[in-house]
């Protein structure tokens, strides 16, 4: 697993984020850094909405 350091210093998820701000980190996060997966909850929520992971 690597931590891409850059991309988290200057990606920061927001404290309270909404559905839409976590997908859009989420979705970023996993091209540019492999330290973590979509949560599975998260992944299933994008799923229902139709949204590819
Ligand atoms: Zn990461």
Redesign the pocket.
């Known amino acids: 697993m690597k931590?891409?350091k850059e991309?988290?210093k200057e990606h920061k998820m927001p404290k309270n984020a909404s559905f839409e701000e976590r997908v859009h980190w989420h979705l970023e996060?996993q091209k540019h850094?492999?330290?973590?997966p979509i949560p599975k909850k998260l992944a299933e929520q994008m799923k229902e909405k139709g949204i590819k992971t």
């Open positions: 931590l891409n991309w988290h996060h850094c492999k330290c973590a």
